[in-house]
């Protein structure tokens, strides 16, 4: 089976795009936060991996050139950042304090699991900038001496778990702020959760598109004090 598909490369592309659709439809039908989509999608494609005994290497051959539109699909996200430039404008100050208690509070919090977990040099280098889009937490980890595949994990993770409760926390917690919300998805779990807070409504959109940024810009900065604080 591996040698017939590692010769394809449509295979990857075809049902990483076939499943997501499916999990839409799941989606949109079931309407459950543990039904989304992208969480579906990444458990379809494990099951048939592992059904038929595929290599990771022989999906990915396929599934890698969709990685390339990553960096222009982050780019995109400042389209409702410019749209709703006048909000942000009014609340700059709150924005800007904002994002920085929540990379403070990410800092101290993965500082205490790394130490209480008693984690090597390497992994909590790998664990520091879990709460960046990919392209940036792969810098930070390489530059700090983590281990990428572990970045890269930790990443998914964060932004699918992120995705899945927001919204149920949002209303768990009554913050009905849409610029809160926004913050919150894009500082926490970055681009996967700003996907989720385009589903609540534009102003959250913008205001997680402007979190990435921003937070990554912090985190950069911050990471090698961080590290050496929890070394």
Sequence with gaps: MNELLSESIYFGIVISLVF???AMVISKKVKITLCNPLLLSVLLVILVLVV???????????????TYFLTPAT????????????????NVAAIML???????????????????FQMSPELKAALIPKSLTTAIAIGVS??????????????VITGILGAT???????????????????ACGTASHAIGTSKAMELGEIQ??????AIVVTGILTVVLAPFI???IR
């Excluded at 038929?52 to 969709?66: C, K, P, S």
């Excluded at 390489?142 to 990443?155: A, D, K």
């Excluded at 959109?205 to 402007?210: D, I, K, P, T, Y």
């Design 98 to 116: 904002s994002i920085g208690a929540g990379c403070i509070s990410h800092a101290i919090v993965m500082g205490v699991m790394t130490l209480a």
């Design 20 to 22: 997501y659709w499916i």
């Design 165 to 183: 409760i927001a919204e149920k926390l949002f209303q768990l917690l009554k913050i009905k702020e849409p610029i809160a919300q926004g913050l």
């Design 205 to 210: 959109g913008a205001m997680s598109s402007l």
């Design 142 to 155: 390489q530059e700090l001496g983590g281990i990428t595949s572990v970045t890269v994990i930790s990443v």
């Design 75 to 90: 780019v995109c996200l400042a389209v409702p950042l410019y749209r709703q430039f006048k909000i942000l404008k009014k």
């Design 227 to 229: 590290m050496e604080i």
């Design 52 to 66: 038929f005994d595929i290599d990771y290497e022989t999906y990915n051959y396929g599934a890698q050139y969709l």
